[in-house]
């Protein structure tokens, strides 16, 4: 059984730091490209950053890109998001998401590429 679990999440001031956590059971963990992603209420999940398999290459998504860092660490499983200079629109609860298929590295922006999900950690950041 495939398990994410994501921890780490809180409430924040805007210019504060979090790092996120997410721990991968249930599937050879160092095979897959696993990603962060997130939701606002009223809004659809969105591609936040990824780290393949061996934790190169990675990317993020624009609203992101010099603030947030993916890194893994697959002697423990885990893949970590940390967050810096945050602002009040990076409120939302944050997913942590395994892609279906091995070392695929490919289309990793759409939420349909990934067939198991964490349950999510809040993020709030106040302004």
């Known amino acids: 059984q495939v398990q994410l679990v994501e921890s780490g999440g809180g409430l924040v001031q805007a210019g504060g730091s979090l790092r996120l956590s997410c721990v991968v059971s249930?599937?050879?963990?160092?095979?897959?490209?696993i990603s962060w992603f997130r939701q606002a209420p009223g809004k659809e999940r969105e591609f936040v950053g990824t780290a393949s398999w061996s934790g190169h290459p990675t990317d993020y998504a624009d609203s992101v890109k010099g603030r947030f860092t993916v890194s893994r660490d697959n002697a423990k499983n885990t893949v970590y998001l940390q967050m810096n200079i945050l602002k009040p629109e990076d409120t939302a609860l944050y997913y942590c998401?395994?892609?279906?298929?091995?070392?695929?590295?490919?289309?990793?922006?759409?939420?349909?590429?990934?067939?198991?999900w964490g349950q999510g950690t809040q993020v709030t950041v106040s302004s």
């Open positions: 249930g599937r050879s963990f160092t095979k897959y490209t």
């Open positions: 998401g395994i892609k279906r298929s091995a070392y695929d590295y490919g289309d990793y922006v759409a939420s349909s590429s990934y067939d198991y």
